[in-house]
């Protein structure tokens, strides 16, 4: 165990955790389906990521995780709209096969739903703050697992919100929905800027999960050296278990 990681949680007690939703508790089957989205949509040629999947724009990124539309017509007809793109109607049929198949993309990892009880066995309240666009949203926290641990009211995400992570607003109407300040909260996922840098930045604690073991260590060394408290580095989530049993227990607040 990361002794400075140690330290902290024997003395801190987290009132609420938050989980990332994509490659922390889930993946999509559709892998990148916003890059898919705008070389349906658009006329550009994009770049292609090293997972060979299209590498979507800053700007159509954004206009797709803070959009609260969930009709695909709609939707692209605001995007075609938005950005200047003519949208031909074999553009916007390939976008509602894509759709369609982006509704039911939720796997869970295996271990989810054994860390989620342990979590909340120990009292833990939980909750999900995601960069999500809005047509997985009816399948994936009512039709999973996920339904039993989070009411909806417990999941933030972009597309309500309208500010993706790291933007603080987002991390702010968590605080605000569960009554809670930020230095009381934790904060758990895979992406360094979107997921640990805005949590630091606003001021909760973060875990962060590489199951890739692609973060190079040193990012967290300069998050340290630039003041923040100490990130707790997982590539399972099981480990969180050991880290979380050495929180002092409840002080009253449960509910
Ligand atoms: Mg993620």
């Known amino acids: ?27 999509s089957h559709c892998r990148e389906p916003i890059g898919e989205a705008q070389v349906i949509l658009s006329p ?3 770049p292609i990521g ?9 700007d ?4 797709c995780l803070t959009n609260p539309t969930n009709d695909e017509v709609t939707f692209a007809e605001e ?13 916007l049929d390939a976008f509602k096969t894509l759709i369609g198949k982006e509704k039911n993309c939720i796997a869970l990892f295996p271990e989810v739903q054994e860390v989620l009880d342990f979590v909340q066995s120990l009292g833990f309240r939980q909750g999900i703050i995601s960069n999500l666009w809005a047509f997985p949203s009816g ?3 009512t039709d999973t697992v996920l339904s039993r641990y989070f009411t ?6 972009s597309f309500e919100v309208r500010h993706p ?5 987002i991390f702010e109407e968590a605080c605000r929905r569960f009554n809670v300040r930020p230095e009381d909260c934790l904060m758990i996922g895979d992406n360094l800027t979107a997921d640990i840098k805005g949590a630091l930045s606003c001021g909760m604690k973060a875990a962060l999960i590489d199951r890739q073991i692609n973060v190079d260590p040193m990012e967290l060394t300069r998050l340290s050296e630039d003041g923040y408290p100490p990130v707790l580095y997982m590539t399972d989530l099981k480990a969180l278990r050991s880290y979380l049993s050495l929180c002092p227990v409840s002080s009253g607040w449960r509910v």
Not at 79 to 91: I, K, Q, V, Y
């Open 1 to 27: 165990m990361n002794e400075s990681v140690t330290t902290l949680f024997e003395g801190w007690r987290p009132k609420v955790i938050f989980w990332d939703m994509w490659m922390t508790l889930g993946m």
């Open 44 to 46: 550009m040629q994009l």
């Open 50 to 58: 090293a997972n060979r999947h299209p590498i979507p724009t800053g």
């Open 60 to 63: 159509f990124l954004r206009f």
């Open 79 to 91: 995007a075609s709209t938005t950005f200047g793109w003519d949208l031909e109607p074999h553009r």
């Open 139 to 141: 399948r994936l926290f």
């Open 152 to 157: 909806r009211q417990d999941i933030i995400c």
């Open 165 to 169: 992570k790291p933007d603080r607003e």
